[in-house]
C-alpha cells in the first residue's frame, strides 16, 4: 500500500493518495503518508489539491495520535485547518465538532511535549481555534 501512495504522490496525485490513505482508516499509514510530502509544499497550490471533504477528515484522523510523526502532523493539522471553509455546505455541520476534538487532542499533545514541538501544537491550536470562532 505505501508503494502505490508514494506512486500517486510522485504523480502529484494528491487527492486521490490522501483519499486512499483516509479510507484505510489506519492513522499510522496515514501518518507516514504525511511525512512523505512536505504540507506547506502541497497545500499552497492553486487551487488546493486536496478537497474540503479531505481536508477536514485528515486534520481529525491525524489528530488521533499525536505521538508519532508529530512534526509532519502538526504541519498538516496546521496548513489545512487554514484551508477548511467552515461555511461549506457540505461540511458545516461536522466542522464544529471535528475541529473541537482536534483542538483537545492538541491541547493533550502540547501538555506532554516540551521545546518547538510545543510552539507547534499551540500555533496548530491557535488555527484551529480560529476557525473554530470564523
Partial sequence: MRGELSALLRSGSYEAAFSKALGLQDVATLGWLAAQADAGTVLSREPCPLS???????????????????????????????????????????VRPVLDGVHSALHAAAARVTGGEASSCRLAMHVVHSQLTS
Wanted: aromatic share 2%; glycine share 0%.
Fill in 52 to 94: 474540503q471533504m479531505v481536508l477536514l477528515s485528515l486534520v481529525q484522523q491525524l489528530s488521533a495520535d499525536l505521538t508519532t510523526e508529530l512534526s509532519a502532523k502538526l504541519a498538516w493539522i496546521r496548513e489545512a485547518a487554514m484551508l477548511i471553509n467552515p461555511r461549506d455546505p457540505l461540511l458545516a455541520r461536522h
